[in-house]
Structures are given as C-alpha cells and as structure tokens.
C-alpha cells in the first residue's frame, strides 16, 4: 500500500486541484512529483483550464497525459515519487463513454486495476476527484451510471486512504473514519449527553436555584373589582390598589 494515500474531493471551483497540489508539495518532503493529468485537450475553454492549472504547479513536476490505460500510468512511475492525479472523474468519463456501460463490471475491472496500481506504488499518491453525488439523481441512464461508478470508487479510495479531504468554498473538511455500525449521533447513552451537555433524565427535578426562584415569586391574579368596570391585579396575602378603591383577597 502506498503510504501515505491521500484522496481529496469537492465540488466545481472548491478549490480541491490547489488543496492537491499543497498536499503532495508538503507529502513529498522536497521530491519528485509526477502529475498525472486526465484532461484531454481540444475545446478552447478546457484548453484555458489546462494552461491555468500548468501555471499553477511547480514547472519542476514531470506531466504525463493519460488516457485510458491509467493503471499502466501509475505502475510506470518510477518508486519513491509522489504521485499528483489530477482528477479522477474526467479518466471516469473517458471509461464510460457515449453508451451506459455495467457499473458493477467497470467498478471490478479497470477501476480496481487502478486501485490495485495505486496500492502497489512505493510512494506518496494524492487523488483528486469530483463529488458528484450531492445531487438529484439524474434521469439520463448514462448520466446515472457515471455517478454510480464514481461514487463507488469514492467509496473505495477513501476506505484505502489515510487521509480523506471534503472541499468547500476553498475550506478542507477532514473526512474521519467511522466504526462499523455507528450512528454518527453525538448522543452516548453511557454518560447520558448529547453534544457534550448533561442530559435530565425522564422524571428529575430541575436545578435547585430554578426552582427556589420559582417558589420565591408571588402569584399574580387578575379579577374584577367590586364595580366590575376594570381588572385590578392582586397578589396573595397582600392588599393591592386598584381604580375602585384597595382590595383584599
């Protein structure tokens, strides 16, 4: 396994290609970088995208294009280097293609390919994908199984990962493990709490000072005066001025 594995995923302009890019910097402690890049060139605005991101890495990094074949891409690096893959779901879109392929045939053969490529690296890999999922799913069958097929290699390369990153609006949310079976409620029912606060059990008197409080306010009542023409407030044991005159209850 490839240590350390790091996999960082966001939306369109999260911020996730720099967030990638200052990880592997910082992950390959001052060695070689191989940027693996999936985009393939030909429409002028994607064009423009390339020429940002090139101008946006060290021009030490060595660039390889991938197509298809990117398990044979990572097994081509040489150990001993980091590896920057730059981003997993244009490679995705490139395996679909125009027709809906077998989700579960794709996730098991050449997805895996990659990920068995990545675990036999001798070195630092950072993945960048993008999460894709947070939507409506669509109507397109096509479109459907694109986003089944990423998700479930999401799913797996964050399970191999040491770290998992979650991009938004160019903050990095640190994706933690989970036990198997855990709910991810703050509630422990073992120290009765719920987000680090005492919970009261079913049933418990309420503070002390609450309830002295309580006591200690007198009752106010309303009712009207002897003429009935307006209300007098009156309190227990007390005599209370009113507009016909005092009153005593």
Same mark, same amino acid.
């Given at each position: 396994?490839?240590?350390? =594995?790091?996999?960082?995923?966001?939306? $369109?302009?999260?911020?996730?290609?720099?967030?990638?890019?200052?990880?592997?910097?910082?992950?390959?402690?001052?060695?070689?970088?191989?940027?693996?890049?999936?985009?393939?060139?030909?429409?002028?605005?994607?064009?423009?995208?390339?020429?940002?991101?090139?101008?946006?890495?060290?021009?030490?990094?060595? $660039?390889?294009?991938?197509?298809?074949? =990117?398990?044979?891409?990572? +097994?081509?690096?040489?150990?001993?280097?980091?590896?920057? =893959?730059?981003?997993?779901?244009?490679?995705?879109?490139?395996?679909?293609?125009?027709?809906?392929?077998?989700?579960?045939?794709?996730?098991?053969?050449?997805?895996?390919?990659?990920? +068995?490529?990545?675990? +036999?690296? +001798?070195?630092?890999?950072?993945?960048?994908?993008?999460?894709?999922?947070?939507?409506?799913?669509?109507?397109?069958?096509?479109?459907?199984?694109?986003?089944?097929?990423?998700?479930?290699?999401?799913?797996?390369?964050?399970?191999?990962?040491?770290?998992?990153?979650?991009?938004?609006?160019?903050?990095?949310?640190?994706?933690?493990?989970?036990?198997?079976?855990?709910?991810?409620?703050?509630?422990?029912?073992?120290?009765?709490?719920?987000?680090?606060?005492?919970?009261?059990?079913?049933?418990?008197?309420?503070?002390?000072?609450?309830?002295?409080?309580?006591?200690?306010?007198?009752?106010?009542?309303?009712?009207? $005066?002897?003429?009935?023409?307006?209300?007098?407030?009156?309190?227990?044991?007390?005599?209370?001025?009113?507009?016909?005159?005092?009153?005593?209850?």
């Amino acid at each position: 396994m490839s240590r350390p =594995l790091v996999v960082v995923l966001g939306g $369109t302009r999260s911020g996730k290609s720099r967030f990638g890019r200052d990880r592997a910097i910082a992950v390959s402690a001052g060695g070689p970088v191989v940027y693996l890049a999936t985009v393939m060139p030909g429409d002028p605005e994607l064009d423009e995208r390339i020429a940002l991101h090139r101008r946006d890495r060290p021009s030490g990094w060595t $660039t390889i294009e991938v197509g298809l074949d =990117l398990a044979g891409a990572i +097994a081509s690096v040489q150990g001993g280097a980091t590896i920057l =893959l730059d981003g997993l779901t244009l490679w995705v879109s490139l395996l679909v293609g125009d027709r809906r392929p077998d989700v579960m045939a794709t996730v098991d053969g050449p997805v895996e390919a990659v990920r +068995a490529a990545i675990s +036999a690296h +001798a070195g630092p890999v950072v993945v960048v994908s993008d999460e894709i999922g947070s939507g409506l799913v669509p109507l397109d069958p096509l479109s459907r199984a694109f986003v089944d097929i990423l998700g479930i290699a999401h799913q797996r390369l964050v399970a191999d990962a040491d770290e998992a990153w979650l991009m938004v609006a160019g903050r990095a949310i640190r994706l933690e493990a989970t036990a198997p079976g855990a709910t991810g409620r703050h509630w422990r029912r073992s120290d009765r709490t719920w987000r680090g606060r005492p919970i009261r059990p079913a049933g418990a008197p309420r503070s002390r000072r609450r309830s002295r409080r309580r006591a200690r306010s007198p009752r106010v009542s309303w009712r009207p $005066t002897r003429c009935g023409s307006s209300a007098t407030p009156r309190r227990a044991g007390r005599v209370v001025a009113g507009a016909a005159g005092p009153t005593r209850r």
